[in-house]
């Protein structure tokens, strides 16, 4: 199983990042899709989450109206939009597969990649 993230880097407030998570080894349609963040000296917390088969999605408040997650299953991606970069984003960005299953839950976790927000 592999989850590998990209396109994080070092953007300005109010830019925009695209990050990416290339999947492989697992039924990725089947997961729920999410992309969580910890910043230095925090707890790990979720951004964002999308749903296997209807695709629905919801966010923490932090990134509500500045953030889109979307999925294509068809190249087992994930990807994270983020807008309106503040400095308060500074973070590990990490991507996570869960699929809850009969008497056991299943999930995954990428590597992550750094996402700075600094003028």
């Known amino acids: 199983v592999q989850l590998v993230e990209s396109g994080g880097g070092l953007v300005q407030p109010g830019g925009s990042l695209r990050l990416s998570c290339a999947t492989s080894?697992?039924?990725?349609?089947?997961?729920?899709m999410s992309w969580y963040c910890q910043a230095p000296g925090k707890e790990l917390e979720l951004v964002g989450r999308?749903?296997?088969?209807?695709?629905?999605?919801n966010y923490a408040d932090s990134a509500k109206g500045r953030f889109t997650i979307s999925r294509d299953d068809d190249k087992k991606m994930v990807y994270l939009q983020m807008n309106s970069l503040k400095p308060e984003d500074t973070a590990v960005y990490y991507c996570?597969?869960?699929?809850?299953?009969?008497?056991?839950?299943?999930?995954?976790w990428g590597q992550g990649t750094q996402v700075t927000v600094s003028s």
């Open positions: 996570h597969a869960f699929r809850s299953l009969m008497t056991y839950d299943n999930e995954y």
């Open positions: 080894g697992f039924t990725f349609r089947r997961y729920d």
């Open positions: 999308i749903t296997s088969g209807s695709g629905s999605t």
